[in-house]
């Protein structure tokens, strides 16, 4: 009886990827037609550019996919790139303008500086679709859809994605440093900072599988390793020769250690051996529910995956700029 209960929930997994997969694929091979209301409240719309610039999807997929196997790591920072700017001011592309003379942009905030990766990705895929088709795509989108891209690329599964966001003329500096989560908070800390956002407690945990791939800087993850109680002692030792007391700041190491190139669930399976990089890795498997949520990704890896889709589509769904709201960027790291 057991058996045959686990069969079906098997079953049903794989079924629930399969509508995944599939909608993430008509989303990716189509593109949309554009309202002519000019209500910036209509909902996004999976085929935007079906008719604006019906090679749109498959552009950035196949740019995205390249710069992946060139470098995997660019996955990952494909995929923070998008969460960094989402949860500032919401999926408007603030995170991709540079500061100038008059403008201070996000890009030097704490958990930005000399860290966020990828720009040069984003903007080559601006500027094929300009050529392609001018002033039609917005660089949020390009984000936002290569953030999905880069996941299948390493090995996840895709999911659908409303299309038509615009690009903001503005960003906030302040709200980069206060409003994304540092890889030093407690687990109420990591709560409160996904909420702020909208995120229960289980989508907090299935988005920090973002983790299983992507490298860190020592300094993120130094503290933990000399001082903390709740690391693997082998694996504090390990990190130790690659992130001195002193020093090497900018050395990397990989936040799963056992796959990183991988869009898999180690990560889970690392956090309940007490092998998570960061503090606020950490951190999930001290919450009764949470705990058993990472024990649960990490038996059945489909289901993270499910749940980590599923959490994406909310992600790209904050506050996005759309009708007349925002402009479309010429060049993604600046306003027009």
Not at 84 to 95: E, I, K, L, R
Not at 283 to 294: N, T
Not at 319 to 326: A, C, R, V
Request: hydrophobic letters at 40%; a positive charge; glycine letters at 8%.
């Amino acid at each position: 009886m057991a058996g045959s209960s686990q069969q079906r929930v098997k079953i049903c997994l794989v079924l629930c990827l399969v509508g995944i997969v599939s909608a993430a694929e008509y989303s990716t091979s189509s593109s949309s037609t554009t309202s002519s209301g000019s209500s910036s409240n209509y909902l996004l719309n999976p085929l935007f550019y079906v008719s604006k610039c019906p090679r749109a999807l498959d552009t950035i997929k196949k740019l995205v996919t390249n710069a992946v196997l060139y470098e995997p790591r660019m996955g990952a920072s494909l995929l923070r790139l998008h969460f960094h700017d989402c949860f500032v001011q919401g999926c408007d592309a603030s995170v991709l303008l540079k500061d100038t003379a008059t403008f201070k942009g996000e890009q030097g905030a704490l958990p930005n500086v000399n860290s966020l990766r990828g720009f040069e990705v984003i903007e080559n895929i601006k500027a094929e679709l300009e050529r392609q088709c001018p002033g039609v795509v917005s660089c949020a989108d390009i984000l936002t859809v290569a953030a999905r891209d880069s996941v299948v690329a390493l090995g996840g599964v895709g999911w659908p994605l409303g299309l038509g966001r615009r690009d903001s003329t503005t960003a906030s500096l302040s709200g980069a440093n206060s409003d994304l989560p540092s890889p030093f908070l407690n687990f109420d800390g990591l709560v409160a900072a996904f909420q702020k956002k909208r995120f229960t407690v289980n989508e907090m945990v299935a988005l920090s599988g973002a983790h299983t791939i992507g490298s860190a800087r020592c300094l993120l993850f130094r503290s933990r390793i000399y001082n903390a109680t709740d690391i693997d002692s082998s694996y504090a030792e390990e990190l130790k020769a690659n992130c001195p007391k002193q020093g090497g700041d900018s050395n990397l190491s990989p936040i799963d250690t056992t796959s990183k190139n991988v869009f898999d669930s180690s990560y889970y399976t690392n956090l309940i051996s007490k092998k998570g990089l960061f503090h606020s890795d950490q951190q999930l498997f001290s919450g009764v529910s949470a705990a058993l949520q990472v024990k649960t990704y990490s038996s059945f890896p489909l289901l993270f995956k499910f749940d980590f889709a599923n959490a994406m589509v909310k992600m790209s769904n904050l506050s996005p700029l759309t009708g007349n709201q925002g402009q479309i960027r010429n060049v993604c790291s600046r306003v027009n």
